[in-house]
């Protein structure tokens, strides 16, 4: 049997031969004498069992490498072992310093008091559930009214119970009453919104006859003297809401005066006269052109009033109901300029003679006039040209 290991002479297959330092001594005598060596016969067995191999050999730089090689080959149960300890130890530690963060970390805080955010005073309660009814009846019937100018308003108590976010615990036994300040804000806003009046101005226009003629009596306009008081009230009643003693608000109101103007403030403006049948196409304040029209019938008249274009068609079937209750449909109406809503528009008109125009107001309230004008206005006028119309 032969072992394998590092380059070592054996002898046999249990002794290794004993290192000795051999020293060479050279005599003062003649050289001609033989040279003996002085080796110890003990520590050889026997002479015969000795097998000397000698083999000649150069350095090669993958020989250190093959020893490592043949070392962890020799001991690689070992050295797995020994790294298996050493991650075992070091997940050990790891695991350890994490159960003693997580240890330390339970210990702050129970030793901690849990800090709770504190009840805004008037904006919120919480109350055993079984007297919940009872405290909502007494916040939204307390008496509350808004003062808008001249205008009192009484809250209904629908609307103050909109004002209320109403929350049951997980087990019923207890329920929060909160104040939605920001739903105070958008009620109070709306409520306010309804007397709040945008001024009509005052439009004079002039023709041949050099006359001025007002087409648009001015009206004045309110507005709220300051726009913060319904944000500041809104908070004032949310801090006093369910303490359920009465709310009573009041939010001052200004005139805002109208304005005298000619068809010079616009860039473009479409006068119509239902009396007498005209229209009149006004850009930069001139009068571009001059058409006449067939208006709204007396059992269907055309509205009067300031309008803007809204939608336009170069062709559409238009439907309705006479005044009788019948059915009307006209097919492939042309140039449509909608107005107002429910289907006022200035369009063309193919099925009345030109005789018509300027003579009998026969509409279902649209101002029509012949196709070829009605063109002529459609190019004209684009969305958000005023049209205003009177008698």
């Given at each position: 049997?032969?072992r394998m290991?590092?380059?070592?002479?054996?002898?046999?297959n249990?002794?290794?031969?004993?290192?000795a330092?051999?020293?060479?001594?050279?005599?003062?005598?003649?050289p001609s004498q033989p040279?003996?060596l002085?080796i110890?016969?003990?520590?050889?067995p026997s002479a015969?069992?000795?097998?000397?191999?000698?083999?000649h050999?150069t350095?090669?730089?993958?020989k250190?490498?093959?020893?490592?090689?043949?070392?962890?080959?020799?001991y690689?149960?070992?050295?797995?072992a020994?790294m298996f300890?050493?991650v075992?130890a070091?997940?050990?530690?790891?695991?350890?310093?994490?159960?003693?963060?997580?240890?330390?970390?339970?210990f702050?805080?129970?030793?901690l008091?849990t800090?709770k955010?504190?009840?805004?005073?008037g904006l919120?309660?919480?109350i055993?559930?079984s007297?919940v009814d009872?405290e909502v009846?007494k916040?939204?019937?307390?008496?509350a009214t808004?003062?808008?100018g001249?205008?009192?308003l009484?809250?209904?108590p629908e609307?103050?119970?909109?004002w209320?976010?109403?929350?049951a615990?997980?087990d019923n036994?207890t329920?929060?009453?909160?104040v939605r300040s920001k739903?105070?804000?958008?009620s109070l806003?709306?409520?306010?919104n309804?007397?709040v009046i945008?001024?009509?101005?005052q439009?004079t226009?002039?023709?041949?006859d050099g006359?001025?003629t007002?087409?648009v009596?001015?009206k004045?306009?309110?507005?709220?003297?300051d726009p913060?008081t319904l944000?500041?009230?809104?908070?004032?009643?949310?801090k006093v809401l369910?303490d359920?003693?009465?709310?009573a608000?009041?939010?001052?109101?200004?005139?805002?005066?109208?304005?005298a103007l000619?068809?010079?403030?616009f860039d473009k403006l479409?006068?119509v006269?239902?009396?007498?049948?005209?229209l009149?196409a006004?850009?930069?304040?001139?009068?571009v052109?001059?058409?006449?029209i067939?208006?709204?019938?007396?059992?269907?008249?055309?509205p009067?009033?300031?309008f803007?274009?809204f939608?336009?068609?170069a062709?559409?079937?238009?439907k309705?109901?006479?005044?009788?209750?019948?059915?009307y449909?006209?097919?492939?109406?042309?140039?449509?300029n909608?107005?107002?809503p429910?289907g006022f528009?200035i369009?063309?008109?193919?099925?009345r003679p030109?005789?018509w125009?300027g003579n009998?107001?026969?509409s279902?309230g649209?101002v029509?006039?012949?196709?070829?004008?009605a063109?002529?206005i459609?190019?004209?006028?684009?969305v958000?040209?005023?049209?205003?119309?009177h008698n």
């Amino acid at each position: 049997m032969s072992r394998m290991g590092a380059p070592t002479n054996f002898v046999g297959n249990d002794f290794v031969f004993p290192k000795a330092k051999i020293q060479i001594q050279r005599p003062v005598a003649a050289p001609s004498q033989p040279i003996r060596l002085s080796i110890p016969v003990a520590a050889t067995p026997s002479a015969a069992s000795i097998e000397v191999s000698v083999t000649h050999t150069t350095f090669s730089w993958h020989k250190p490498f093959q020893t490592f090689v043949d070392f962890l080959h020799k001991y690689s149960l070992g050295a797995f072992a020994l790294m298996f300890l050493m991650v075992g130890a070091s997940g050990i530690q790891v695991a350890s310093s994490y159960k003693a963060g997580q240890i330390e970390n339970s210990f702050k805080n129970s030793s901690l008091p849990t800090a709770k955010a504190p009840a805004i005073a008037g904006l919120n309660t919480t109350i055993p559930s079984s007297e919940v009814d009872k405290e909502v009846q007494k916040i939204i019937n307390q008496t509350a009214t808004l003062k808008i100018g001249d205008q009192v308003l009484n809250i209904k108590p629908e609307t103050i119970k909109s004002w209320l976010k109403i929350t049951a615990s997980p087990d019923n036994s207890t329920t929060s009453i909160q104040v939605r300040s920001k739903t105070i804000a958008a009620s109070l806003n709306a409520l306010a919104n309804k007397y709040v009046i945008t001024p009509v101005d005052q439009i004079t226009v002039v023709h041949e006859d050099g006359i001025p003629t007002i087409v648009v009596n001015g009206k004045n306009g309110t507005r709220l003297t300051d726009p913060k008081t319904l944000d500041t009230q809104a908070a004032q009643i949310a801090k006093v809401l369910m303490d359920a003693k009465g709310i009573a608000l009041n939010t001052p109101m200004e005139s805002v005066p109208f304005q005298a103007l000619t068809p010079a403030a616009f860039d473009k403006l479409i006068e119509v006269n239902v009396n007498t049948k005209q229209l009149y196409a006004y850009e930069k304040g001139q009068i571009v052109n001059t058409l006449p029209i067939s208006a709204g019938a007396p059992a269907t008249p055309t509205p009067i009033g300031q309008f803007k274009i809204f939608s336009k068609l170069a062709v559409q079937d238009m439907k309705g109901f006479n005044p009788n209750g019948t059915k009307y449909f006209q097919p492939n109406v042309r140039w449509i300029n909608y107005f107002l809503p429910g289907g006022f528009a200035i369009h063309g008109n193919y099925w009345r003679p030109a005789s018509w125009f300027g003579n009998i107001n026969s509409s279902h309230g649209c101002v029509s006039l012949p196709d070829q004008q009605a063109k002529w206005i459609y190019d004209f006028a684009p969305v958000g040209t005023t049209v205003i119309t009177h008698n």
